[in-house]
């Protein structure tokens, strides 16, 4: 036969085509294809796929419709790369890390981020040893996206340079004061700020120790404080304190109502929606209503926050005579009446008021004296140290922290009426002086206190990671009760019930559009027990 290749013709190599990945959301595009009417030739020249490709997926339709219903991203393919146990780390603490620059409303990005996750990775790395050290990572672009889409990201607050934009917003705040005829009495703004309460400047012999001290974590002894006031300047809000222990041992005896500050919890001391809600409604707007009662004033407030993530966007609905209104993100850090202003003048005072209670409780010569008072003072030290500090902000001070937001108000021009940070840096000095600490100067007191304002480091980072398994209770602190640990029975029967209501559902929807919405968004809310239960069968799999 002619056409037929001998049997001992050499073969010739071809070379192996290149498998093309489909993702789901070409698939389901297929399909829809088909639904409108479309042939099978038709759809593979408009999507540039083989006709053999298109076929089998319209043989596999309800496979794919089913699994477009669960939380799968529309546009993963398979994934088969092991991740190691380092890069699994990194991941979680850098999210943890996200979560604290969001709290503190810090604009980021993409750079800055990869550059935090490339310094985590290496940390990490060495940690682990030589056994880790063949991993690379680059923290890509590439990277990024994934990570993003892994961890389920809300989108952060990204650094803005536009110039020109923070000039816009006083003028918004101007009319808006007119328009419900406001008095500076009636303005308010509150801001969160982190304070390290148990930290010295570097250099003194009791920071030294304490670094080198087995078990050390500079993160327990973090707080975050909700500080604020109006515009004129006479009404400081009394102080909300967020520690990361609801009843630690030297509380014990006081009650937390009589205390100088709001005293509420939260595992990494961060400030919560729901911690905020109960502070607007139990707490801002009775101290509202009782200070227009003291000073004949109407009773009605403006509060103007910045869009952190604790602040709820409906606050103005809780109250019918205070209006909430947000900054905006471009402008927020730099005309923020209680941001870094008035909170770096606040922890000037404080650690100006902590050497001042050295001074008092001990000669100041004696070092083991020294010691032995540091390693007693308390967060209830801390805590009348911060109404001592929040108390000796000048009128002046709060009221010129508004010249940028709304110049009109402000009374105090004179730099003699206003707290002088650096005036406080030199005083701190000379009490460090009368205190046989170690050297301090200027700088190391300026280092301390730019230092609340940072980031949680790399370290802290990990001891926050560490403190849910095994954190040690504070002395007399009692121990929390024991978390509930779902069996994979549970989750089994869990899942089932899921499924079935959703069948119920898809049944009977008079909508498809609506099967494929509420699926999709049950399942993804659910998959963080499908990864537990994965999780609970690979372990069973290994002990087996």
């Avoid at 308390?378 to 002046?396: G, Q, Y």
Wanted: glycine share 4%.
């Amino acid at each position: 036969m002619p056409g037929k290749r001998p049997r001992n013709a050499t073969a010739i190599p071809s070379a192996r085509r290149e498998r093309k990945a489909i993702t789901l959301d070409v698939k389901l595009e297929v399909l829809r294809r088909f639904e409108v009417g479309e042939k099978l030739s038709q759809v593979a020249k408009a999507l540039g796929l083989a006709v053999s490709t298109v076929a089998t997926i319209r043989d596999n339709k309800e496979k794919i419709k089913a699994s477009s219903q669960i939380a799968t991203p529309l546009r993963a393919s398979r994934l088969t790369r092991h991740r190691s146990a380092v890069m699994e780390t990194m991941e979680r603490l850098l999210r943890v890390w996200l979560e604290d620059q969001s709290q503190r409303n810090v604009p980021l990005s993409v750079t800055v981020i990869q550059e935090k996750a490339k310094s985590l990775f290496d940390d990490l790395q060495r940690e682990q040893g030589e056994s880790s050290q063949a991993a690379k990572f680059s923290a890509s672009k590439g990277w990024f996206v994934r990570f993003k889409e892994r961890h389920c990201l809300p989108h952060f607050k990204l650094s803005s340079t536009a110039p020109g934009k923070e000039d816009v917003y006083p003028e918004i705040l101007k009319s808006i004061i007119q328009e419900g005829e406001y008095t500076p009495q009636q303005v308010f703004n509150v801001d969160e700020t982190g304070l390290y309460w148990k930290r010295m400047p570097e250099r003194t012999f009791i920071s030294i120790e304490e670094k080198a001290e087995p078990g050390f974590k500079s993160s327990k002894d973090r707080l975050m404080l909700l500080l604020g006031g109006n515009a004129a300047g006479d009404f400081k809000l009394k102080p909300l304190l967020v520690y990361h222990s609801e009843s630690p041992k030297a509380l014990e005896g006081y009650s937390k109502p009589n205390l100088p500050v709001i005293w509420r919890s939260s595992k990494k001391a961060w400030a919560t929606r729901s911690i905020f809600h109960e502070w607007f409604t139990y707490f801002f707007c009775p101290a509202i209503e009782k200070y227009c009662a003291q000073n004949n004033l109407t009773n009605k407030a403006l509060l103007i926050l910045d869009n952190a993530p604790c602040h709820p966007v409906n606050l103005s609905d809780l109250s019918d005579n205070v209006r909430v209104e947000y900054l905006h993100d471009n402008t927020a850090d730099s005309i923020q009446p209680m941001g870094r202003g008035v909170a770096s003048t606040f922890k000037a005072h404080y650690l100006r008021r902590t050497f001042e209670h050295i001074l008092e409780a001990t000669d100041g010569d004696d070092p083991a004296e020294l010691r032995e008072f540091w390693r007693r003072y308390s967060i209830m030290d801390a805590v009348d140290n911060i109404a001592v500090a929040w108390e000796e902000l000048r009128p002046a001070t709060m009221n010129s922290a508004w010249k940028k937001i709304w110049p009109e108000c402000v009374q105090f021009h004179s730099v003699s009426q206003t707290d002088n940070i650096a005036q406080l840096q030199q005083n701190i000095v000379t009490l460090a002086k009368s205190v046989a600490l170690g050297e301090v100067g200027e700088a190391d007191v300026d280092q301390l206190l730019q230092s609340h304002e940072e980031g949680l480091s790399n370290e802290e980072l990990v001891q926050l990671e560490q403190e849910p398994a095994g954190e040690e209770k504070e002395e007399g602190e009692e121990a929390a009760p024991a978390l509930r640990q779902l069996t994979t029975r549970e989750l089994s029967a869990a899942f089932s019930h899921f499924e079935a209501g959703l069948q119920v559902l898809t049944s009977n929807s008079p909508d498809d559009a609506w099967n494929l919405k509420v699926s999709r968004a049950i399942n993804d809310a659910i998959s963080c027990y499908r990864d537990l239960y994965s999780e609970k069968e690979r372990r069973s799999k290994q002990l087996s």
